[in-house]
C-alpha cells in the first residue's frame, strides 16, 4: 500500500475514534448535569463522513480552498483541527457545552478557522455556489489583489437534498456559468425519520447534469472492486446495485453471517458466488459489503485528483451512517448513542489504550513522523486562511435637495450621484435585487455600472437602436449582480459577498434589495447571513400598507420586527432624505467595522464591532423639511430618535413616530395643540437602535455603571409622567410600544395588525387609523381634558 494511503487511513482511524469520543464524553457531562440532550447523531454521522473528510482535508484541499461542513460532522471537523493544533483539549472535552466546540461549525461562536457557519440545514451548501460567483467578481476587476482560484466545497448530508434553497440555487450557478464549486454529498441514504426513498442518487444525478455539472459516481471501494473482477463478481456487483436500502441498511447492522445467508439465498446459484463468499471470513464479508466508495480512502483521492477542470462538480459519494460502530446501518442510529458496552469495545477495536483517549496520535507505530506528514499538508501549510482588507473610508452624506421626495427615490439617487463621483466607496460597492432592479430604484446605478458577467454580453436593444430606459450590457467590469425571483439567493449571496474581506481578502461593500413584504421569504437566509457576521445593505422597499394599491400580500407588517429582532442587523426607517444620507453614509462605515466591542457612551451600543444594515423604505413623496445638517442632528439619526418638535416642561401628550407615516403624526400634534399643553414629536429612525441601548444601559447599571443612560432615556428624561404617549408606524404597533416602559409612561400605540386591502393611501391609513383623525382620536379619547376636534 502506497506510503500516503497508509497515512490517510491512520488519520482516517483517529478523526473516527476522536469525533465518536468527543460525541460519547459530551453526552456523559450532560448525564452528570441531569439533562437530557440528544446528541447521539453526530456518531453516526461522524463514522459516515469520516473517510471523505480525510481525503479533502489531508490530501485534496489547497489554502485558497473554503469548505462548509455538514451540520452533524461538527466533531469531526474539530477532531482534524484538534490534530493541527488549532483546537484545544478543553473545546474539545466542552463539546456543546457552554463555551465549548459548537454543534455545528460556526465563524463566530468557534475559535477555528471555519469557512462557512452550517448548522441551518441546506444554506451551507448553497452559500459556497455564491462564494464562488463572488471570488469571480473579484478577479474581474483590476483593484483586487485576490488569492488564485479557490474551490468552494460543501459537504452534503443526502437528506439535505430535500431543501429547496439547493435547487434554487443550481438554477442561478447556471446563469452566472459557475465554476470552481464542488459538493460531496454523503449517500448514506438515512435522516432523521429513517431511510431515504428509493432511486434518489439517479433523481440527484439527472438534475446536476441538467444544470451542467459533472456527476462523480463514488459507489465502490478497492476491496468491492477487486470482488467485481472475481468470478461471480459481476452478480454481487448487479445485487448491490438492485438492493433496496432499507435491506442493505438492515444487513449491515445484522453483520457478516447475515450477508452470507442473504447473498446465498438470492444469487448463491450463480456461478462462482458460492465460492467468492466463502473465501471470505464473516469479519471479512462484513468488511467488503461496507466498503463503499465512500470510505475508501485510495477510492476517494483518485476521484478527487481525476478533476482537472473548473466546471461545477458533484461527487454522490456512498457511505454507511455508522460505519465501522456497533450503530452502522441501524434506522434509528441518527438519534442513537453508544452504550459504555459498546463504547467499550469500539475502543478496543480501534485500538485505543485506556487512559489515551485524547491522545492526538494514539495507536500511531511512529507519531513523530506523522506529526511532521502533518505539518506538510497543504490544506493547513500556510497558517490561518483568513484575511483581513483595508477599510474603505467615506466621503460623507449625499444630500439631496428634492423638495418632495420619497426615501426609495431618495436611496436610488444617493447611489447613482456615487455611481458619478469618483470616492472610493463607489468601486467597492456591488448591488443585486431579486428581479426588482428597476422596480426598487436600483435602475440609474445599474445604467451607470453595468452588469456583472465573466464574458461580456451586448446589450441588443441598444445595438438595435430600440429606445429604452434600461443600459443592461453584462461585462467583467459591471458592478451589478443579477439574480431571478428567489429571496434565499439574494441573502445568501449577500451573505457571500459580505464575506468577502475574510474569505478573498478584498472589501466589498454589497447592497440589495427587495420588496419589503418579501424579506420574510428570504428570512432564514437572512438569519444565517447574519450568523455567519457577513456585511452587507439589505433595503426593503416598498414597505407597509403604503403600497396600497397591491393588496395585503404586498403590504409588510412583521418586517420592523425582525429588523429588531435580527441579531447582528441594524435596522433603520427614515422619514427623510437627509435621515437617508446620513444612514447611508454610516451604514457604509459601519458594514466595514472590526473593533473590540467597546460601548459608546452616549448610547451604549457595540458600534465598534460593525455589523450589516437594514433599511425600510416607501415609495410614497413626502415634502421634505429644510436643511438641518448639524453634528447632533446626525449623532441622534444614527442613535435612533430626535426632537421634530421638543415637548414644553408640561407636556401633556407625546407622539412618537417612525417611517414614511410622518406627516400624518406631525399634522396630528398641530391639532392636539389646540387643546393639550406642550405636545412633543419625536421622531425616530431606528427603534432596533433605540431598544438595543437601552437594554444595554440597564445591564451597565446592574454591572455596577451607575450612570449610564441609553439615547432614549435621555430624551425621556423630561417628559412628565402623567404625559399620554401615542405611538404610531405603518406597521406592526409593537415596534414602538416598548417606549412606554422606558420611563413608566400610559402609552397607545398605534399600527397595522393584519393583512391590508387594496385602495389608496387614505383609505388604508383610516381603516387601520394611523391618519391623523386617528391620532387625533386616540389622544382625545384618552387624555384628560376638553374634546379635540377630529374627523373620522
Known sequence: MPADITRLKQIENRLLWLSCWTVHNANHLRKKDDVAVKVGGHQASCASISSIMTALYFHTLRPQDRVAVKPHASPVFNAIQYLMGKQTLENLQNFRAYGGAQSYPSRTKDITDVDFSTGSVGLGVAVTAFASIVQDYLAAKPWANSPADGRMVALVGDAEMDEGNIYECLQEGWKHELRNTWWVIDYNRQSLDGVVREGLSGRIEAIFTTFGWDVKRIKYGVLQQAAFAETGGEALRGWIDNCPNQMYSALTYQGGAAWRERLLADIGETAGVADLL????????SELMNNLGGHCIETLTRTF???????????VAYTIKGWRTPLAGHKDNHAGLMTPNQMAAFQADMQVPEGQEWDPLATLENPGAVQDWLETVPFFAKGTRRFNAE????SGPVFLTDREESTQA???????????SNDPVAARIVTTSPDVTVSTNLGGWVNRKGLFAREGRADTFRDEKIPSTQKWQFSPDGQHIELGIAEMNLFLLLGAAGLSHSLFGERL???GTVYDPFVVRGLDALNYACYMDARFMIVGTPSGITLAPEGGAHQSISTPLIGMAQDGLAAFEPAYLDELAIIMDWSFDYMQRSGEGDPDERTWLRDET??????RLSTLPLDQPHERDSSDFRQSVIAGAYWMREPGPNCEILIVYQGVIAPEAIKAA?????????????????SDRLNAGWHAAIRMRKRGHKTAKSHVERLLDAIPHHCLMITVIDGHPATL???GGVQGHRTISLGVEHFGQTGTVQDLYHHYGINTDGIVAAASELSVGTPIHYIL
Not at 398641530?670 to 431606528?686: C, H, Y
Request: net charge positive.
Open 278 to 285: 466463502a473465501r471470505r471470513s464473516d469479519a471479512d464479508l
Open 305 to 315: 485528483n481525476s478533476i482537472d477542470h473548473d466546471r461545477p462538480t458533484v461527487f
Open 391 to 394: 477599510t474603505i473610508p467615506t
Open 410 to 420: 431618495g436611496f436610488g439617487k444617493i447611489l447613482d450621484q456615487l455611481a458619478r
Open 509 to 511: 461593500l454589497p447592497v
Open 610 to 615: 460593525g455589523g450589516a444594515v437594514y433599511l
Open 670 to 686: 398641530g391639532r392636539i395643540g389646540a387643546g393639550r399643553r406642550d405636545i412633543g414629536v419625536l421622531a425616530v429612525t431606528s
Open 737 to 739: 410600544s416598548w417606549l
